[in-house]
């Protein structure tokens, strides 16, 4: 399962976690059994998943993932809540997946997404051996975005994860490689729609 969500097929996914829900609504035992077992398979799909791209978690809040919250604890409630937390945890890392056969623009993503967005395209082409005028074309041409959009979608999406901590706005906006916390704010308000401090109340 863990093989078609990192490549984005879901539809392989989920026929993979049909497998387990027949298991799950077939197995004998109380429904706090079907539960813990649903709970210990969604743990080692992210410890899969986590294993392989480490640097899902700067960017995901995976434990409400990986946690069924039961209200009504039957087998077809249970079979249909694992189901479901299959598909968000599959949605919840398909914007920072890499589906370019491009072996330059994957290494540059890499890079970013490891680095938390902080670089220049100038640093990223000089560890890549590069052109950073080619590189910059190339990942424009693969990605359909630049590079500096790319890594502020990046830089913004590692915010909204450390918005749910207890560090300052301005902290935040330094580990993110902005100087200017009101600059920081505009960014992350264009391309969210609120501000850092709206994003933190309504979310956390």
Known sequence: MTKFILAGDRINAMVYANHI???????AGSN????????????QLVDMILKKQAY?????????????????PIP???VSDFGEKVMAISEAIAPFQ????NELVRKACLI???????????????QLYSNPKYLGSLMKKEL??????YATFIRTERSKLLLSGSDKIYEIAHAMGYNDVEYFSRVFKRHTG??????RERCY
């Open 21 to 27: 829900e027949t298991e799950l609504r077939h197995r």
């Open 56 to 72: 899902l978690r700067f960017y995901v809040c995976f434990r409400p993932l990986w946690q069924l919250d039961v209200l009504e």
């Open 112 to 126: 970013l997404l490891e680095g938390q967005g902080v670089g220049s395209l100038r640093e990223v082409a000089g």
């Open 98 to 101: 890499l589906h370019t056969k």
């Open 32 to 43: 706090e059994d079907r539960i813990v077992l649903a709970n210990d398979a969604l743990r």
């Open 194 to 199: 609120e501000s850092p401090s709206a994003f």
């Open 144 to 149: 359909g975005m630049s590079f500096i959009q």
């Open 76 to 78: 077809e409630r249970i």
